[in-house]
């Protein structure tokens, strides 16, 4: 069982960006979440895309500019972000529980993770 998240890298204020998270070993079908950890910063809960395809907003300040999407053809999921601030720049992880339903905002609730991507936002 295998997460691979990828897609990050530098990005100007106000532009967008797409991470994706790949699974290997299991069809990524249940629930998925991302979260995101800034240096010197706990690791937060951004939002999760169930296994129906809703996106639970695990933070309000997410929420219009970061969305989830799910591509089952490639067992992939897609954060797309978008209106990036410098504020958003961080270590991207996505995780899993193989649970259908999303699990809490905190850490402990997923026990599969991809390794993380760097998103650097410029000012």
């Known amino acids: 069982v295998q997460l691979q998240a990828s897609g990050g890298g530098p990005v100007e204020f106000g532009g967008s960006r797409r991470l994706s998270c790949e699974a290997s070993?299991?069809?990524?079908?249940?629930?998925v979440a991302w979260f995101r950890q800034a240096p010197g910063k706990e690791r937060e809960g951004i939002l999760c895309?169930?296994?129906?395809?809703?996106?639970?907003y695990y933070s309000e300040t997410m929420k219009g500019r970061f969305t989830v999407a799910r591509n089952t053809a490639k067992n992939t999921v897609y954060l797309q972000m978008n209106s990036l601030k410098p504020e958003d720049t961080a270590v991207y992880y996505c995780?899993?529980?193989?649970?259908?339903?999303?699990?809490?905002?905190?850490?402990?609730?997923?026990?599969?993770w991809g390794q993380g991507t760097q998103v650097t936002v410029s000012s």
């Open positions: 995780a899993t529980e193989r649970q259908f339903n999303c699990g809490g905002a905190n850490s402990e609730a997923y026990r599969y």
């Open positions: 070993g299991f069809m990524l079908s249940y629930a």
């Open positions: 895309i169930s296994s129906s395809g809703a996106n639970i």
